[in-house]
């Protein structure tokens, strides 16, 4: 399906290293700056199934991102920027 994002393959300034979970890539910037990707890759019982759902990883990032803003004036968290709804951008832990 052409609207579904099985992998990436980027190069960004200042990387370090990737790590290509079973539905997140996660890109290592200098700095501690971490790019995480959330795809629409699907796992279950530890094996990615061979096609992915659309818009799963959008979803995925996009209620995580908002319950991290919800709540950083109680807990520090390590969100920096959502520069796009697949996309979290933050501080390595």
């Given amino acids: ?13 200042g990387q370090q290293k990737v790590y290509k979970g079973k539905v997140r890539e ?3 910037l200098e700095n501690d700056i971490l ?17 992915g759902i659309p818009y799963k990883g959008q979803i995925l990032n996009q209620i ?3 319950m991290m803003a919800d709540t950083s004036d109680l807990v ?3 969100l920096i920027a959502t520069p796009d ?9």
């Fill in 64 to 66: 995580a991102t908002k």
């Fill in 26 to 28: 996660v890109y290592t």
């Fill in 76 to 78: 520090p968290n390590w």
């Fill in 85 to 93: 709804p697949n996309v979290a951008i933050g501080h390595a832990c």
């Fill in 35 to 51: 790019v995480m990707i959330a795809t629409d890759r699907l796992s279950a019982f530890d094996v990615v199934m061979p096609k």
């Fill in 1 to 13: 399906m052409s609207n579904t994002i099985i992998s990436t393959d980027f190069t960004f300034p």
